[in-house]
């Protein structure tokens, strides 16, 4: 059974900086594409980041570019997100992501984790 564990979500002040990590389990990790999506209040669900499953490509939503860095360790089955420069606008639960396609971007992507929130105040 996949599952998908994120953690390092909370409150920041605006031009502050988080950490998501999103822990693996129940899938050989290394085979995946891994990467983040986001939900803000009223809004669809929006792609951020996705790493290869080699960590050699990374790509970005135009918003977060320049302010957020995926990476991952396949050793420890993790995925991290670095959030930096952060803006209210960023306001939202943060989505883990799993899939073995191999594509990039990925828009539907196999599996999800629970989510975390994350809260920029201004």
């Known amino acids: 059974q996949v599952r998908l564990v994120e953690s390092g979500g909370g409150l920041v002040q605006a031009g502050g900086s988080l950490r998501l990590s999103c822990a693996a389990s129940?899938?050989?990790?290394?085979?995946?594409?891994t990467g983040w999506f986001r939900q803000a209040p009223g809004k669809e669900r929006e792609f951020v980041a996705q790493?290869?499953?080699?960590?050699?490509?990374?790509d970005y939503a135009d918003s977060v570019k320049g302010r957020f860095t995926v990476s991952r360790d396949n050793a420890k089955n993790t995925v991290y997100l670095q959030m930096n420069s952060l803006k209210p606008e960023d306001t939202a639960v943060y989505y883990c992501?799993?899939?073995?396609?191999?594509?990039?971007?990925?828009?539907?992507?196999?599996?999800w984790g629970q989510g975390t929130q994350v809260t920029v105040s201004s």
């Open positions: 992501t799993a899939d073995p396609s191999g594509i990039p971007r990925v828009l539907k992507p196999k599996f």
């Open positions: 129940g899938m050989t990790f290394r085979l995946y594409e």
């Open positions: 790493i290869s499953w080699n960590g050699e490509t990374t």
